[in-house]
């Protein structure tokens, strides 16, 4: 068996508070395998957000501490790369989606910039034919109205499309995307996570799928990893936690659900599955 | 036949600068204790329906009954008791509470404008209702910020509540909640509408949330009402293409047992 493409292991994430640090990540470990859809499902302050956060390298030095016994990305190890080492990591082999795609995007700036930026090295006559090729494969019938468009005439569905089109414009290995379809309508949700298992399958693709919604994560992930301020209480197969929960968190946030419940029962005090 | 509790006839409106209308000739009643959906894409209208039943928007047609009394469509128009009578909560309570005040002001607000109460039992009612929401005394003196997301829409729900309306509107009122708090603000709605015999409308594009309050629900789509019926008949039986669509894609990611 191959080598994970992500191995992450008791990764901590502080960050500072007048004089202390708090921890929002408090020793996390877990592997995503190549091709592999993991989900990350959490609460607010569950830490799951700063985990993605550091797996991108996006902490500010002075306001947060990383340290981990292991972080390792296709055979490299995370800790120890310069900026400009990042800087050929970030947007290339690791990509982003993030939940709200307006304050990702330069409000001035036409999508088709955007994308042009991403590919530097390549001429414009190619750059632009992968940049409309890429938006067609999210689902865009005419992608060279939406090159000429700015982000504002988008509407919130369109704008997350165009932005999973960038982030795997570079044909990246990891895709980590944070909620990327919470802001969106159910169609649209439901679209997305298509295009999102599609390109993961048909590229061999990984994602950490970082989510609150168990329903989308049963519909998509392979695996998942629950997070409670700052640590995973349960991990495992997507089917094997949601249909037998070990830990009395999973049982809860799945209680929670109103879409598994009789109609008006009272979600808190439902009996754990 | 008894009067609906609330009533929309025939609304339409459409916003300055606007060709398109927000709402094209939209029907929705209410019974007396009856709890109804709306539900709908962005943009569908929804919310618009709702300013228009508060009086927040006026529509260009249409008439809005409350218990059989027809509303003035300008709220300032409305007389205090018809303005208890119907109440709303918005998606952000951050929004739509003063972050200057405390909690006891906010919540008693409504009942202060209208000299409902002398200022000193005004924290005694306020106290009460929040108990009614699961809050301590101890958020009395709180001020917004100092509170999560959830206590900040139980306070929003309190501070309805205090001047006793008999319906109540709710604007995606957990759509901004972790699930663990939703199944809490959930749990108190069913509560207090069961206790206090109120009549609900639930605004929401969560399909799930809908269903587990709503007996009944209309479909909204472009500002209009494209199907209505009861909840069982929305999910099980939807006869139009456009319910169809948003019922499977609501089942799509909702979690499956």
């Given at each position: 068996m191959s080598a994970p493409l992500l191995q992450v292991a008791d990764l901590r994430v502080a960050f500072r508070s007048g004089q202390s640090w708090s921890h929002a990540v408090d020793g996390v470990s877990f592997d995503i395998a190549r091709g592999e859809i993991l989900g990350c499902v959490g609460e607010s302050g569950s830490g799951k957000s700063a985990t993605a956060t550091a797996l991108l390298g996006l902490l500010p030095p002075r306001a947060a501490r990383v340290s981990a016994d292991a972080l390792v990305f296709d055979g490299r190890?995370?800790?120890?790369?310069s900026e400009k080492e990042w800087l050929s990591l970030r947007g290339r082999e690791v990509a982003f989606a993030p939940q709200d795609p307006m304050s990702a995007?330069?409000?001035?700036?036409r999508i088709g910039r955007h994308m042009r930026l991403i590919q530097p090295r390549i001429a414009p006559r190619e750059a632009h034919a992968a940049a409309a090729s890429a938006l067609q494969r999210m689902?865009?019938?005419?992608p060279e109205t939406i090159l000429r468009a700015?982000?504002?005439?988008?509407s919130g569905g369109q704008r997350q499309r165009a932005l999973l089109a960038m982030a795997l414009l570079a044909k990246p290995k990891l895709l980590i995307a944070d909620e990327?379809?919470?802001?969106?309508d159910v169609t649209v949700q439901a679209q997305i996570l298509d295009l999102i298992e599609s390109t993961a399958r048909a590229d061999g693709l990984s994602v950490l799928f970082i989510t609150h919604n168990l329903g989308v994560a049963q519909r998509l992930c392979d695996r998942l990893i629950v997070m409670r301020t700052g640590t995973i209480v349960e991990s495992g197969a997507t089917s094997e936690i949601l249909s037998a929960p070990q830990h009395a968190y999973t049982r809860a946030l799945l209680a929670a659900l109103p879409g598994a419940?009789?109609?008006?029962?009272?979600l808190t005090q439902r009996a754990a599955p | 036949m008894t009067a609906a509790a609330l009533a929309l006839e025939h609304i339409r409106l459409t916003y300055r600068?606007?060709?398109?209308?927000?709402?094209?000739d939209v029907s929705l009643h209410v019974g007396v204790g009856e709890c109804v959906g709306v539900v709908g894409e962005s943009g569908s209208g929804k919310s618009s329906l709702a300013a228009v039943a508060l009086g927040l928007e006026t529509a260009q047609s249409g008439d809005v009954f409350l218990h059989g009394k027809k509303l003035s469509p300008h709220v300032r128009r409305r007389t205090p008791a018809q303005l208890n009578a119907l109440q709303i909560v918005f998606q952000d309570p951050a929004a739509s509470?003063?972050?200057?005040?405390p909690v006891w002001r906010s919540v008693t607000e409504g009942l202060a404008l209208r000299g409902a109460a002398r200022p000193a039992g005004l924290r005694a009612t306020a106290e009460a209702l929040l108990a009614e929401m699961a809050?301590?005394?101890?958020?009395?003196?709180?001020?917004?910020?100092?509170?999560?997301g959830g206590q900040r829409q139980r306070v929003a729900l309190a501070r309805a509540l205090a001047v006793k309306p008999d319906v109540l509107v709710l604007d995606?009122?957990?759509?901004?909640?972790?699930v663990s708090v939703q199944a809490q603000v959930l749990d108190l709605l069913l509560d207090v509408q069961e206790r206090r015999g109120l009549s609900l409308v639930m605004i929401s594009h969560d399909l799930d949330v809908v269903r587990h309050l709503c007996t009944r629900i209309a479909v909204m789509r472009d500002g209009r009402v494209v199907e209505a019926g009861s909840a069982d008949e929305i999910f099980s039986?939807?006869?139009q293409d456009y319910t169809r669509a948003l019922v499977g894609a609501a089942a799509r990611l909702s979690i499956r047992r």
């Open positions: 190890d995370m800790t120890r790369l995007l330069n409000p001035i700036m689902g865009f019938a005419d700015y982000p504002f005439q988008l990327p379809t919470t802001a969106l419940a009789p109609p008006r029962t009272r | 600068g606007r060709t398109k209308p927000a709402l094209d509470l003063d972050p200057t005040w809050m301590s005394g101890a958020f009395l003196d709180r001020k917004p910020h100092e509170l999560s995606e009122p957990t759509s901004a909640l972790d039986d939807p006869k």
